[in-house]
């Protein structure tokens, strides 16, 4: 996998993603990603990109002020 941004050599890693939803913010940890080893920026496959917007979805309904999840157990 080559960095989108860069094009340097990107490696398998996990990351934390906090998604503002105005009336709360939901924290996703686990996500699996890709980093760039040149300038760190982060990168989702399709298939993960997918089950973020899904999770955000289904919290969404009953979203507190601060939601955490594991992106390993809600997918
Ligand atoms: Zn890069």
Redesign the pocket.
């Known amino acids: 996998m080559k960095?989108?941004?860069?094009?340097?050599e990107?490696f398998k890693s996990t990351t934390t993603e906090a998604i503002e939803l105005g009336f709360g913010v939901l924290v996703i940890r686990n996500i699996p990603c890709y980093k760039?080893?040149?300038?760190?920026?982060i990168f989702y496959t399709g298939d993960v990109a997918q089950k973020i917007e899904e999770i955000t979805e289904r919290v969404k309904q009953f979203i507190q002020e601060v939601t955490v999840v594991d992106f390993e157990k809600a997918a």
């Open positions: 960095c989108m941004k860069c094009g340097k990107a760039c080893v040149e300038c760190d920026e």
